[in-house]
Structure formats: C-alpha cells, structure tokens
C-alpha cells in the first residue's frame, strides 16, 4: 500500500520505521508552512501554494478561501483513498489543481483571488492530529496608462481652484504628481485626496501655470500620464483691479482705431462736399465769362487764362455710401487750377 506523505513524500514501509521517523520530524520540523511561487502574481498568471512542514501521514486535507477553514469557504478537499481522491468545489473547477503533497495551483488567476488561503491537514501519526497554515496572495495588474483631466480649463488667477484628477483604471497603487518634472511644491494651498488621485490647488496664481503629470505603479509595474499644461488667466473684470489681458487690449486699441477713422472719413467727406460745391460754381462762371465777356482778360488775374493754357477744373464726385470720396482723375501735362469765388 502506498502512502503519500506531505512535505518531503516519502514512501514508508514498516512500523518501526515510520515511528522513528515520526519522531525524529517532530524534533526538526517546526509546523506546516505554505508559500506562494512566484511570490509576485499578475493577473493571468499560474501560482502554486506550496505546503511544506507536514508530519505524519495524510488522511484528508482541505483548501479553503480565506483565514478559516469553514465548511462555507471550502474550495476543495483530498483523501488520497477515494477515487478520485480530489473533490472541486464548482466555482473552482477547472481553475485549480491538487496534488498529493497538500500544494494547490491556480490557474489564470484574477484580482477577485487577491487575498488568502488556508489549507487544513487531517494526519496520522504526526505532530498534531490536524494541521493548518494560512497563505496570502496579492495580485497585481499591470498598470495601464494614466490620465490627466482637469476641471477648469483656465481659472482666474486669485478666484479659482483647480482640481486636476489622474484618471486610471487600476485599483491599490501608488500615486505620484509632478509639475514640470519636479515634486509638486508643497504649500497649503496644494492638496492630494482619494489616494492622491485628486490634486487641488486653491485661489491659482500664475505660478501655478506649468506641465503637471500623474504616475501610476504597484510592485510590478508603473506608467505615466501625458503632459497637462495647465494655464492659469488673469482676471480682467475682477474690481476692475487687475491688469487687462493681452487680448482685450488689442480688442479695445482696434475698436478706438475704427473709431477714429470713422470720424476722419466723415470730417473728410464734410470738407470735400463743400470744396466742390464751390468748384462748380466758379467753374461755371469762368465759362460764361471766357465767352461772353471781352473784358474778361483784362480784369482776370488768372495768368492760365492770360497764356491761354487749357484749364482744369477739379471736380469731385461720391459715391453715395461709400466711405472714401473718389479721386478726380486728372489729364497729364495740363495745369490744373482751383478757384474759390465768393458770390
Ligand atoms: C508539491 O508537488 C508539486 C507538483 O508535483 C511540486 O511542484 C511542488 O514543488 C511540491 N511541493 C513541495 C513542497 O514539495
Ligand atoms: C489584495 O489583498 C491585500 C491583502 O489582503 C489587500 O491589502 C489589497 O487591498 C487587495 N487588493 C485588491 C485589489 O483587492
Ligand atoms: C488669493 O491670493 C491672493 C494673493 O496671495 C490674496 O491676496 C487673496 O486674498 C487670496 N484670495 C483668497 C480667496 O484666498
Ligand atoms: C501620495 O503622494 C505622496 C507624495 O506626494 C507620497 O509620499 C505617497 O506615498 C502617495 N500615496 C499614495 C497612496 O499614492
């Protein structure tokens, strides 16, 4: 008959035998001990809760979920004198494997393993009748890129609070900050909540302005977030105190500017309109001077007239509506005069 022994499996025959070696096991090994392999575990991996320690011979030994060994909790139990001598509990079949030296294998495992095991040990001849030890595991997921987001695209400067969340779908890790790859400086107006997923930072001030960046990371892995550039503005309404912002100046210079040349326009258009108005009048009077009037040359004091040079009279024409008068096109090589005649 074969005999599976925990621990070190070893095949007994013989009475005698298997008392001095019970014997001498109580003197060297201390109790039942379990061991996860690997000691790390991510998600999808296999571990192997290793037992070691076991004295004696086994009758029947039990895993179950948890720090107790319970009849609730039982994931499995092993009486290698039953066929088959393994009993799966239904969430878990498929999932595990036992093996006769009391050690059970998860397989793929997932965060909802996270946590502890206890394995319950009925022995014959052993140091105690029924042994127990509780293991745990921790079972990591490899960090996935964080995110940085921000509550307020860009606060006053001297009114606003910022909330900058690093936005991960992981679960226990470990968060950093940094702001343009330094350590957050620490005032009390900076503040990290919820694990320091939340940073705050109370009534911004310019200073604030810069490249912030989360870090995620867990013992087997770490990740970080893109740059967020926060940019703190300026308060322009603010009691009418502070400083105005580049843009509203120029708003403000280009409106005065329209202004102006509206007035010029106008002020031009005035002036103009009244030049020709008196443009015409004369020129009609130099034309019925010129031939009706003999005497005109003598009373004239216009020398044009005298050297009988072709004479032009400016005349300004509008366009109704619009802003600018149009230019008088004038002849080349023709002398040009204006004359103002008061009526
Ligand atoms: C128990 O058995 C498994 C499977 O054979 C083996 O991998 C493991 O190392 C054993 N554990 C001990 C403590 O001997
Ligand atoms: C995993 O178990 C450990 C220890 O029991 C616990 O501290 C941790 O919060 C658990 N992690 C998850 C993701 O449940
Ligand atoms: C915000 O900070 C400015 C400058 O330090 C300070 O004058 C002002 O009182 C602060 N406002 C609030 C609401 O704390
Ligand atoms: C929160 O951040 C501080 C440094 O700012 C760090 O010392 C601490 O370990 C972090 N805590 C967590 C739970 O990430």
Same mark, same amino acid.
């Given at each position: 008959?074969?005999?599976?022994?925990?621990?070190?499996?070893?095949?007994?025959? +013989?009475? $005698?035998?298997?008392?001095?070696?019970?014997?001498?096991?109580?003197?060297?090994?201390?109790?039942?001990?379990?061991?996860?392999?690997?000691?790390?575990?991510?998600?999808?991996?296999?571990? !192997?809760?290793?037992?070691?320690?076991?004295?004696?011979?086994?009758?029947?030994?039990?895993?179950?979920?948890?720090?107790?060994?319970?009849?609730?909790?039982?994931?499995?139990?092993?009486?290698?004198?039953?066929?088959?001598?393994?009993?799966?509990?239904?969430?878990?079949?498929?999932?595990?494997?036992?093996?006769?030296?009391?050690?059970?294998? $998860?397989?793929?495992?997932?965060?909802?393993?996270?946590?502890?095991?206890?394995?319950?040990?009925?022995?014959?001849? +052993?140091?105690?009748?029924?042994?127990?030890?509780?293991?745990?595991?921790?079972?990591?997921?490899?960090?996935?890129?964080?995110?940085?987001?921000?509550?307020?695209?860009?606060?006053?400067?001297?009114?606003?609070?910022?909330?900058?969340?690093?936005?991960?779908?992981?679960?226990?890790?470990?968060?950093?900050?940094?702001?343009?790859?330094?350590?957050?400086?620490?005032?009390?107006?900076?503040?990290?909540?919820?694990?320091?997923?939340?940073?705050?930072?109370?009534?911004?001030?310019?200073?604030?302005?810069?490249?912030?960046?989360?870090?995620?990371?867990?013992?087997?892995?770490?990740?970080?977030?893109? !740059?967020?550039?926060?940019?703190?503005?300026?308060?322009?309404?603010?009691?009418?105190?502070?400083?105005?912002?580049?843009?509203?100046?120029?708003?403000?210079?280009?409106?005065?500017?329209?202004?102006?040349?509206?007035?010029?326009?106008?002020?031009?258009?005035?002036?103009?309109?009244?030049?020709?108005?008196?443009?015409?009048?004369?020129?009609?009077?130099?034309?019925?001077?010129?031939?009706?009037?003999?005497?005109?040359?003598?009373?004239?004091?216009?020398?044009?007239?005298?050297? +009988?040079?072709?004479?032009?009279?400016?005349?300004?024409?509008?366009?109704?509506?619009?802003?600018?008068?149009?230019?008088?096109?004038?002849?080349?090589?023709?002398?040009?005069?204006?004359?103002?005649?008061?009526?």
């Amino acid at each position: 008959m074969d005999l599976i022994v925990c621990s070190r499996a070893l095949a007994i025959r +013989g009475v $005698i035998l298997t008392v001095f070696l019970s014997l001498w096991s109580q003197q060297i090994s201390a109790q039942v001990s379990v061991v996860p392999i690997p000691k790390t575990v991510m998600v999808g991996e296999n571990v !192997l809760l290793s037992v070691s320690g076991v004295t004696g011979t086994i009758l029947l030994f039990s895993w179950h979920k948890g720090e107790r060994s319970t009849d609730k909790n039982q994931m499995l139990n092993y009486s290698p004198n039953t066929t088959p001598p393994e009993q799966i509990e239904e969430p878990y079949k498929g999932r595990v494997r036992v093996f006769p030296n009391c050690s059970m294998e $998860i397989l793929g495992v997932n965060t909802n393993d996270n946590g502890s095991y206890t394995v319950s040990i009925q022995t014959r001849g +052993g140091q105690q009748q029924q042994q127990q030890a509780t293991v745990t595991i921790i079972v990591y997921e490899k960090v996935s890129k964080p995110n940085v987001t921000s509550n307020l695209a860009c606060p006053v400067e001297y009114k606003d609070s910022i909330t900058l969340t690093c936005v991960t779908t992981n679960t226990t890790q470990i968060i950093l900050w940094s702001k343009d790859s330094q350590k957050l400086p620490s005032d009390d107006r900076t503040s990290l909540s919820q694990e320091n997923r939340t940073l705050t930072i109370t009534n911004v001030s310019s200073a604030d302005s810069g490249n912030y960046q989360c870090e995620v990371m867990n013992s087997v892995s770490h990740s970080t977030s893109d !740059l967020y550039t926060l940019t703190v503005c300026s308060s322009g309404t603010d009691n009418g105190s502070g400083s105005l912002p580049g843009w509203a100046i120029a708003v403000i210079v280009i409106a005065i500017l329209i202004v102006v040349a509206l007035i010029a326009a106008c002020v031009y258009y005035f002036l103009l309109r009244d030049k020709s108005k008196s443009n015409d009048i004369s020129m009609k009077e130099s034309t019925l001077n010129s031939r009706s009037d003999p005497h005109l040359r003598s009373s004239s004091k216009n020398p044009a007239t005298q050297t +009988g040079e072709e004479v032009n009279y400016s005349e300004v024409t509008f366009k109704p509506g619009a802003l600018k008068p149009t230019q008088p096109k004038l002849k080349e090589n023709t002398t040009e005069y204006a004359e103002i005649s008061r009526t």
